[in-house]
């Protein structure tokens, strides 16, 4: 045998030993497991302890993205329920032209720990085709719900209709909104000032059309009701709001204006300014609630001009803030309680009548006009005083200072 089949023979038999050695340190039952057992992968406890790192990091990022999916509810109906659990399908689909292929994601509805911003939440229904309907659950803030609001600019526009029946709430194709009644929750805070709980659904941008399409703004008016209705059952609430559709006037007037009836109101006079220039049209709120406002020469969802009374004291009580800013030119009553304020762009009052505070508007949009809406303010406030029956009622503007 040569020394180069003896190097041979002697790395053999090393290779041998070490195996033997190897497997002479390694138990029986730990031979017998597959290659891939964990057991055999990990030789070491720095090795275990790596892989085993590795490992809770992947499922917690998994287990991560499925609580964050859970929370939102998003993809398909969740039980056959959207929007909290308050619309089917069938619900849903009358939103939607009777297309069924409807996505849903929302927010759950919450309220802070002592309850003093009412409770908040959202829920969103998408379709293939663009469409979308954006559903909220939250309390209306007197500190920002009046004039200059959006919420109030959208939801209060002439072309909703009121529910009726006593219903603190409105209508249209594009918009709808519903109160909680107090009879069963109470406003959130439990204190006088606070605005009202309410639910609403909005399907984009704010149109101006001549006609309103009834079915959209009946299927939108429904599934406000069965919105708010299963919010207070779960508050544990027995009644129940009956469906608003039978009751409901028709769609928004759009009256022919002359010189001395602005706004369809008789002895209000239409200042040379705001002359009707062929813009767009005056929209009137059609049928009793608890808001009837004239917009006037609708431009880009913003009515030029805006006549506004707010019958209901729930509502009302989103102007009481700004009703009481005295850094404008103060307005006061001569026969009962209130006040308000004038301004470049808007003339405000706010009235204490027999059925509680009502609210009394007048808006300019581009405020170029503020002897006109001194002028308008008082006439108008002394005409739906009388219409709603909290007059006579006479108004004095007081200059600043």
């Known amino acids: 045998m040569n020394d180069s089949e003896n190097e041979n023979n002697n790395d053999n038999s090393n290779e041998n030993g070490n195996e ?22 990990a030789r070491s406890r720095q090795r275990l302890a790596v892989i085993m790192a590795v490992v809770g990091a992947l499922l917690g990022a998994l287990l991560g993205g499925a609580g964050v999916a859970w929370q939102a509810e998003a993809g398909p109906f969740a039980d056959d329920r959207a929007c909290w659990g308050a619309l089917g399908r069938d619900d849903v689909a009358a939103l939607f032209d009777g297309k069924r292929d409807i996505e849903t994601s929302e927010v759950p509805i919450t309220s802070d720990r002592i309850g003093s911003e009412g409770p908040s939440g959202e829920c969103r229904l998408t379709s293939p085709r663009g469409r979308r309907i954006t559903v909220q659950a939250h309390q209306l803030d007197t500190r920002f719900g009046g004039a200059g609001g959006q919420w109030a600019d959208e939801f209060l526009s002439a072309r909703l209709t009121p529910l009726g029946d006593g219903l603190l709430g409105m209508a249209s194709d594009t918009r709808a909104w519903l109160a909680v009644p107090d009879g069963c929750i109470g406003r959130p805070s439990g204190i006088d000032t606070s605005g009202p709980t309410v639910i609403d659904l909005e399907t984009g ?32 609430c027995t009644s129940k709001i009956a469906d608003p559709v039978p009751q409901m006037s028709g769609p928004p007037r759009f009256p022919d204006e002359k010189k001395d009836a602005m706004c369809g109101i008789k002895g209000l006079r239409l200042p040379a300014a705001f002359v009707h220039d062929g813009r767009g049209d005056t929209v009137v709120t059609r049928g009793a609630g608890p808001v009837r406002t004239c917009d006037r020469d609708v431009l880009f969802n913003h009515p030029e001009l805006r006549l506004m009374t707010i019958e209901d004291p729930r509502l009302a009580i989103l102007y009481e803030r700004m009703s009481l800013d005295g850094a404008k030119d103060e307005v006061s009553a001569d026969e009962q309680d209130g006040y308000g304020f004038v301004r470049d762009d808007m003339g405000l009052f706010q009235a204490k009548c027999q059925t509680g505070q009502v609210t009394f508007l007048v808006r300019a949009e581009n405020g170029r006009h503020p002897s006109d809406i001194r002028t308008i303010l008082p006439r108008y406030v002394a005409a739906e005083a009388d219409r709603i029956g909290c007059g006579p009622l006479h108004i004095t503007v007081h200059p600043h200072g």
């Open 20 to 41: 033997s050695a190897s497997s002479a340190r390694v138990p029986l039952h730990e031979r017998r497991r597959p290659w891939w057992h964990w057991h055999r992968v």
């Open 205 to 236: 941008w704010t149109v101006y059309d001549d006609d309103v399409n009834t079915e959209d703004r009946d299927a939108l008016a429904r599934a406000v009701v069965k919105l708010v209705n299963h919010y207070m059952a779960d508050k544990g």
